[in-house]
């Protein structure tokens, strides 16, 4: 079964979760399930984070999804940017511009549009083979659905609502469902979130979109009842937080099981024995040609 065929198969089960998936091959590549790559901010290490050239580059290399984050500004658009605040690091105002960094919530989109975030790199992210992107600014989530959706790639996308916020998660998930449903998306579209109020509320507007509980380690142990609590058909999980049996036996519930964020070889080893359904990276490029080399890509 092909991991669109899996993904397909998930996203028509409903609560509660059903059988659906087949058991994981344990032992062997030439039945294991096929593990898709997701680009954590659009592969953060090769091209600026959550801006346009990322995603373009990711798409570029066959990635089968594109993950980025969302937050709200002033007039109420939401935007692709991963922190709460503007972070003077890598995301500089225009020369001549008045606008100073300070939480997106406090800025219109056209505050926010007077940023350059393309130039510099994320302190954790830089490595040898970043490539710049001078003049990238911070795009709205339709932006980069339009620019993107003519490709293969599916996208993974997380809300931010900071809960000390004037943010109404309801509001939050009415926008991002219109902008899914606008460009023809919703099957190819997981909302993922820590906050699972954003993630009912999207259940409650249209179901059809599945969504992606994250966190859920620090909140319990028992992951299956609190997925189908939330509707939840996705789950994101680090090495140390489940086993190859859990797996199993959530793939065979019809939930999609994807790594946390690495970025080594070592680390995506660990997720390939485990049995996951994607690796979670901010490095696309070589986590691809590690699963070529280990015989589970083409």
Same mark, same amino acid.
């Given at each position: ?101 300070? &939480? =997106?919530?406090?800025?219109? !989109?056209? @505050?926010?549009?007077?940023? *350059?975030? #393309?130039?510099?790199? /994320? ?45 109404? &998660? =309801?509001?939050?998930?009415? !926008?991002? @469902?219109?902008?899914?449903? *606008?460009? #023809?998306?919703?099957? /190819? ?46 789950? =994101? ?62």
């Amino acid at each position: 079964m092909t991991f669109l065929n899996r993904l397909l198969l998930a996203a028509a089960v409903l609560v509660p979760l059903a059988p659906a998936l087949p058991a994981q091959a344990q032992d062997t590549t030439e039945n294991a399930r096929p593990i898709a790559i997701v680009a954590h901010r659009g592969g953060a290490m090769a091209r600026p984070e959550n801006t346009l050239p990322a995603f373009h580059h990711a798409v570029e290399l066959g990635v089968e999804y594109l993950e980025f984050d969302m937050v709200m500004t002033a007039d109420d658009r939401l935007v692709v940017y991963h922190d709460g605040t503007i972070n003077p690091d890598f995301c500089v105002p225009d020369a001549g511009s008045s606008v100073t960094a300070g &939480p =997106v919530r406090d800025m219109s !989109l056209a @505050e926010v549009r007077q940023f *350059e975030c #393309g130039s510099r790199v /994320r302190a954790a992210y830089a490595k040898d083979g970043f490539v710049a992107s001078p003049g990238a600014r911070i795009p709205e989530l339709n932006e980069v659905l339009e620019a993107t959706k003519g490709s293969a790639a599916r996208f993974f996308i997380e809300t931010k609502v900071p809960k000390d916020a004037d943010i109404d &998660p =309801v509001q939050f998930a009415t !926008l991002f @469902e219109a902008a899914v449903r *606008e460009h #023809g998306l919703e099957d /190819r579209v997981i909302l993922q979130s820590f906050d699972f109020r954003t993630i009912d509320a999207l259940h409650a507007i249209n179901p059809r979109i599945p969504t992606c509980l994250l966190g859920v380690p620090k909140l319990t142990r028992d992951y299956l009842p609190l997925l189908r609590q939330h509707n939840a058909r996705c789950i =994101v999980l680090s090495h140390n937080e489940v086993t190859a049996e859990e797996v199993q036996a959530l793939q065979q519930a019809g939930v999609l099981v994807f790594s946390g964020v690495h970025d080594s070889a070592a680390e995506w080893r660990k997720y390939v024995d485990l049995g996951v359904d994607a690796l979670f990276t901010n490095d696309p490029e070589p986590a691809i040609a590690f699963l070529k080399e280990a015989g589970l890509r083409d």
